[in-house]
C-alpha cells in the first residue's frame, strides 16, 4: 500500500506562492509518475502538473509558467510551487501516484486526501 499526504495549503492573496508537498509512504518499489489534480466541489479532478520516474514534466496551459512540479528522492516527495497565484487557482488539490508497485498486493493507483488552495484578498 501506498500513503501519500498532502500539505502546504493554505489562504494568500492573489500574487502570492504557495508550496505543496505529497509525500508518499509504505512499502513502495516504484512509483511510475505523480501528478498533481485540483477539483472544484461538483467537478472531477484536473490535472495541474505532472512529473514521471524520468524527471519529464507536464503542465496544464494556465499552469505553465507559474508552477513547477519537482521530486526529492530521497525524502519520497514531490513538490508544486505555485507562484503568481490568482483567484481562479482555488480549489482542493490532490496528489496521485500512477502505477505505483508495492511490496505484496496493492499494484495501481493511489491518491492523497487533498489539500485546500484559496487565493483572496
Known amino acids: 500500500q501506498v500513503q501519500l499526504v498532502e500539505s502546504g495549503g493554505g489562504l494568500v492573496q492573489p500574487g502570492g506562492s504557495l508550496r505543496l508537498s505529497c509525500a508518499a509512504s509504505?512499502?513502495?518499489?516504484?512509483?511510475?509518475?505523480t501528478g498533481w489534480y485540483r477539483r472544484a466541489p461538483g467537478t472531477q479532478r484536473a490535472l495541474v502538473a505532472r512529473?514521471?520516474?524520468?524527471?519529464?514534466?507536464n503542465y496544464v496551459d494556465s499552469a505553465k509558467g507559474r508552477f513547477t512540479i519537482s521530486r526529492d528522492h530521497a525524502k519520497n516527495t514531490v513538490y508544486l510551487q505555485m507562484n503568481s497565484l490568482k483567484p481562479e487557482d482555488t480549489d482542493v488539490y490532490y496528489c496521485?501516484?500512477?502505477?505505483?508497485?508495492?511490496?505484496?498486493?496493492?499494484?495501481?493507483?493511489?491518491w492523497g486526501q487533498g489539500t485546500q488552495v484559496s487565493v483572496s484578498s
Open positions: 509504505g512499502s513502495i518499489r516504484s512509483i511510475y509518475a
Open positions: 496521485k501516484a500512477e502505477r505505483a508497485i508495492v511490496v505484496g498486493p496493492g499494484r495501481g493507483d493511489y
Open positions: 512529473i514521471n520516474g524520468g524527471g519529464s514534466t
